[in-house]
């Protein structure tokens, strides 16, 4: 099922998400309607907050980046209580976007390399490295587990640029591609 995505304004996306007990019913069906919900709104990643629920899950996906990023063709992760248990010093650049703040593109720097613990569709604990965009993509999606996005993060000037489109988002002056909430 297709969910209203939560834009930026909404608290929750403020919220450090609660971690999610296994037995939880459910589960597996809000999983399915978030990537369902990612896909339609043609994402490549979405945490829980982002459908309105205060949970630490997320799913990454790269099929779609495939044409920049060939090595992303498979890549595609659901990750329930991630924890970052390794991050590099050095620092990587990307632009990022994110459906909670439609049309806004900016750069962000966060570490490189980051490695992650993390429990998967199948209720396996996982802990893996990543590097490169799909590292990136990760961050992006974790960041929305402690309340934070991507324009937090982003420099000063940039900030100031993009103040007056944040301000649209959040009085809901504009026109979503999706269904929003
Ligand atoms: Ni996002």
Redesign the pocket.
Known sequence: MILPIYVYGQPVLREIAKPVDLEMEGLDQLIADMEETMKNADGV???AP?VGRSLRILIVSGADLSEDYPELRNFRRVMINPEVIEKSEETAEYSEG????PDINCNVIRPKRITVRYINQNRETVTESFDGFGCRMVE??L??LDGH??VDRVSQIRRKLIGGKLRKLETRNFRPRYKIK
């Open positions: 990643g979405i945490a982002q994110c459906l909670s703040v992006h999606e960041d929305h996005m991507f």
